[in-house]
């Protein structure tokens, strides 16, 4: 399916039925169906093995907190080295 595109006139101003504002839910609505009409789902499957995906701000926590834990143990590796 190929969508029309509008031309424009040398000011910028739209030569035909667009909206000066651009509205999604138009667009959206009949991609969404076609998407649906042809098979693709939007639903987690249970049985599936592929691992459930993680949010990437849990990652960057827990990267934060392995790095900090080697920060706190190259300190106090040093502050040893520093007292013997």
Known sequence: ???AI???TPDSRPTGGL???YQPGDL?????????SEGYRFTAD???????PEPVVAKIKDRLA???????RINAALRALRSS
């Open 19 to 21: 909206s000066a504002q």
């Open 66 to 72: 392995r790095a900090e834990a080697d920060l706190a």
């Open 46 to 52: 249970p049985a599936s093995a592929k691992p459930a």
């Open 28 to 36: 959206e609505q009949r991609r969404y169906e076609r998407w649906v």
């Open 1 to 3: 399916m190929t969508e």
């Open 6 to 8: 509008e031309t424009r």
